[in-house]
C-alpha cells in the first residue's frame, strides 16, 4: 500500500508540475511539422536519428519546462515557443535519449544558457536561436565552459537549423567520441570559436556537416581533430579571422561543393591528417589552402550514404538565406495523420 501510495503521489506531483503545459496525442487533428523527420548524413547510419518521433508532442514556454522535459525517459517532441531565459547564468540543459528539441517557427530561443548531452543517444536539436553568454572580457572563453551546444560521448545527433552566436567558450563542441552526427543548415557567427570536433585520442567519430554557413567567427570552422571520417560539402565561409577548416590528428576530411569568402588559412591539415577535396572556391582568401593531403587515405562518402552537392559558385546567393530558424517548421499545421 505505502508503494501504491507514494506512485500516486508522484504521479500527482508530475501532473501538477506539467499541466499548464500543451499536449499534442497521437489524434490530435493537427500536428506539428517535420518534428517527425529523421537525419540525413552519418547519423542516418547506426540505427538512424529519429529524436522524440512516436512520443508525446508537448510545448515548453519556460526554461524550467524545457529542463524537466528535456530529463524525463521515454521518447519526446519538445517544442520551444518562445524566448527562455537560462536559470542560472551559463546554465546547459540536459537531454536524455530519444528527444527532439524544436523551435515553433522563428519564436523558439535560448538565451543566456546553451544545451548539453553527455553519454546519451537519438537526440534531435532543430530550428533554435542559442545565444547571449558571450563575455567581452574574456575573448578566448578561458574562464567559463558555457557552450551554445556541447555534446560528450553522444550518439546519433542531429543538429539543423540553428542559429548560434555570442556565447562565453564554444558555439558548438562535438567532443569525447561523440559519433554519427549531422549538422546541416545552421549558422554560426559573430564569435571566436564556431565548431571545435575531438578532445579524444580514439579516432571513431563520423559526422556530416552540410549546407551551413560560417560567418564573421575567428576560428574552428571547424577544427577537426581525430575523426574518422568527416564529410563537409554545400557550406559557405566568410569572413573568418584566425582560420577556416582545419583537419588534425587522423582525421580523414573530405570537403565538396563549398565556398571559402575573406578567410584566413581557408582549408589546411596538419601534419598527419589528411585532405581530399572537390569543387572548392576560394575569393579574396590568404594563407593555407590545401585541397589535398594524403588524399589516399580519405574516405567516400557515396559508400555510406546517399547526397547531392550543389554549384558551389551559387552558395554565396543561396546558403545565407537558408540557414538558422524557419517559419515552416515545428509549427502546428491543421490535418490528421497517423503516428
Known amino acids: 500500500m505505502r508503494a ?53 508532442i508537448v ?13 524525463l525517459d521515454g521518447p519526446y517532441v519538445i517544442r520551444v515557443d518562445r524566448t527562455l531565459v537560462s536559470e542560472p547564468f551559463g546554465y546547459e540543459i540536459p537531454i536524455k535519449s530519444h528527444k527532439t528539441i524544436i523551435g515553433v517557427g522563428r519564436a523558439g530561443k535560448i538565451t543566456g544558457g546553451g544545451l548539453t548531452v553527455k553519454n546519451e543517444r537519438n537526440i534531435i536539436i532543430r530550428n533554435l536561436e542559442i545565444s547571449g553568454t558571450y563575455n567581452p572580457a574574456d575573448y578566448d572563453g578561458k574562464q567559463n565552459d558555457f557552450d551554445g551546444v556541447q555534446v560528450d560521448g553522444g550518439t546519433n545527433i542531429w543538429i539543423d537549423h540553428c542559429k548560434f ?10 567532443r569525447k567520441d561523440t559519433n554519427y552526427v549531422t549538422v546541416s543548415f545552421t549558422q554560426f557567427s559573430e564569435h571566436n570559436k564556431a565548431f571545435g570536433i575531438g578532445w579524444t585520442d580514439n579516432v571513431l567519430s563520423k559526422m556530416t556537416i552540410h549546407d551551413n554557413f560560417f560567418h564573421s567567427t575567428n576560428q574552428r570552422n571547424p577544427s577537426a581533430d581525430n575523426l574518422q571520417h568527416c564529410h563537409m560539402y554545400n557550406n559557405y565561409f566568410r569572413n573568418l579571422t584566425a582560420y577556416g577548416t582545419y583537419a588534425r590528428g587522423a ?10 569568402e575573406d578567410v584566413n588559412d581557408p582549408l589546411h591539415a596538419d601534419a598527419t591528417a589528411a585532405i581530399r577535396s572537390n569543387q572548392v572556391r576560394f575569393k579574396d582568401c590568404r594563407g593555407k589552402r590545401e585541397v589535398s593531403a594524403r588524399p589516399e587515405k580519405v574516405f567516400k562518402a557515396s559508400d555510406f550514404y546517399s547526397y547531392q552537392l550543389k554549384n558551389p559558385d551559387d552558395l554565396p546567393r543561396t546558403v545565407p538565406g537558408a540557414v538558422g530558424p524557419s517559419p515552416e517548421i515545428g509549427i502546428w499545421t491543421s490535418g490528421w495523420r497517423d503516428r
Open 251 to 260: 582525421t580523414q576530411l573530405l570537403v565538396e561543393a563549398s565556398y571559402y
Open 165 to 174: 552566436t555570442q556565447m562565453w567558450d564554444g558555439l558548438l563542441d562535438l
Open 4 to 56: 501504491v501510495a507514494s506512485a500516486l503521489l508522484k504521479f500527482a506531483a508530475s501532473s501538477i508540475l506539467f499541466s499548464h503545459l500543451s499536449l499534442a496525442g497521437p489524434t490530435d487533428p493537427a500536428y506539428c511539422a517535420k518534428c517527425e523527420e529523421s537525419a540525413p548524413g552519418f547519423a542516418s547510419l547506426n540505427g538512424g536519428t529519429t529524436g522524440g518521433k512516436g512520443g508525446p
Open 59 to 71: 510545448t515548453v514556454t519556460t526554461h524550467a519546462d524545457l529542463k524537466a522535459y528535456a530529463g
